[in-house]
């Protein structure tokens, strides 16, 4: 049943299930096929749960079958979990060794996790590394311990360096990029507007075209006027307050017709070309 619920699980739910199966072996079956399962369960939970579940394994190991198989699971961890696990497993790897009376184990073990433990800021492992040496070690394995630390710190700061010399170049190139867009952006603004004056221009023109129509028109009309009123004054055809009135509304509400036209094809063009800035800026800020 185990082995059907295991097939389909996801790696999320996985480590319970693991763990309930392997207990179930211990009771009422074998050990070794105990091992096997917590074995399997260090390559199919989350990676974030592969520390844990290592420690588990290793504890049991240590309880069924003793040093030997435990040192063998150490080393599989070691060269299985990611860095930032690896450094404190070295340090539990080599606390046992010391236990076992395995200086020079341990201190080879102490040596590899050093690569992964940078002096400003694990302080606490090379803490443990000094006092290891202190009480075990002698003058000599102390001065190759300040040797590794050394080492390791030169070659943690040529990579906060060379991060650094990174970042500052990546920041640069997005400053630069940011002032390129935005002097793109002014530009594609600035034709914008030419582009709307030069599609509101013939309409402005016409629509003074026609103002200065109906200023000849009614500038006709008025000399006509006179000429009348020099032949006869008696027969003199003025038009009432409220024709004229008629006659100014009607060419104001050309002329507003005519500009509310102009409005609507500026808006239009306007939109549309908004629109293509927007996909423009989408596309070269991708």
Same mark, same amino acid.
């Given at each position: 049943? !185990?082995?059907?619920?295991?097939? /389909? ?9 693991? +763990? ?6 211990? %009771? ?8 096997? +399962?917590?074995?399997?369960? /260090? ?21 069924? !079958? #003793? ?8 080393? *599989? ?17 080599? =606390?046992?060794? /010391?236990?076992? #009376?395995? +200086? ?10 050093? *690569? ?9 492992? &090379?803490?443990? &590394? ?8 002698? =003058? ?5 311990m300040l040797r590794v630390k050394r080492s390791v710190q030169q070659k943690y700061n040529t990579q906060v360096n060379f991060m650094s010399a990174e970042m500052l170049a990546a920041s640069k190139k997005a400053d630069t990029d940011e002032r390129g867009i935005k002097r793109r952006e002014d530009d594609y603004m600035a034709m914008l507007e030419r582009e ?10 016409? +629509?003074?075209?026609? %103002? ?12 006509? /006027?006179?000429?009348?009123? #020099? ?10 307050? #409220? ?22 094809? &500026? ?9 293509? %800035? ?9």
């Amino acid at each position: 049943m !185990f082995e059907q619920v295991l097939e /389909t699980v996801p790696p999320a739910s996985a480590k319970m299930i693991y +763990i309930m199966y392997a207990d179930l072996e211990e %009771r009422y079956g074998l050990a070794r096929k105990a091992m096997n +399962i917590y074995e399997r369960a /260090t390559k199919h939970v989350l990676t974030e749960e592969r520390a844990g579940m290592y420690l588990i394994y290793i504890a049991k190991a240590t309880e069924f !079958f #003793g040093i030997s198989k435990t040192r063998e699971v150490f080393e *599989q961890a070691i060269g299985t979990l990611p860095d930032k696990d690896v450094k404190d497993l070295c340090v539990r790897y080599a =606390k046992m060794e /010391t236990t076992l #009376g395995e +200086i020079d184990r341990a201190r080879a073990i102490y040596t590899h996790a050093s *690569q992964y433990s940078d002096p400003r800021v694990d302080t606490a492992f &090379w803490k443990g &590394w000094s006092n290891f040496e202190l009480k075990h070690g002698s =003058k000599d394995t102390f001065a190759d311990m300040l040797r590794v630390k050394r080492s390791v710190q030169q070659k943690y700061n040529t990579q906060v360096n060379f991060m650094s010399a990174e970042m500052l170049a990546a920041s640069k190139k997005a400053d630069t990029d940011e002032r390129g867009i935005k002097r793109r952006e002014d530009d594609y603004m600035a034709m914008l507007e030419r582009e709307a004056r030069a599609i509101a221009q013939p309409i402005i023109e016409e +629509i003074n075209k026609a %103002r200065e129509a109906k200023r000849e028109s009614a500038a006709e009309n008025n000399g006509e /006027t006179l000429a009348k009123m #020099g032949e006869n004054p008696e027969e003199i055809d003025l038009k009432e307050e #409220g024709e004229e009135e008629e006659d100014v509304e009607e060419v104001e509400g050309s002329n507003l017709v005519c500009q509310r036209e102009c409005l609507v094809i &500026w808006v239009r063009k306007v939109l549309r070309r908004e629109r293509q %800035r927007v996909q423009i800026s989408e596309l070269l800020k991708g």
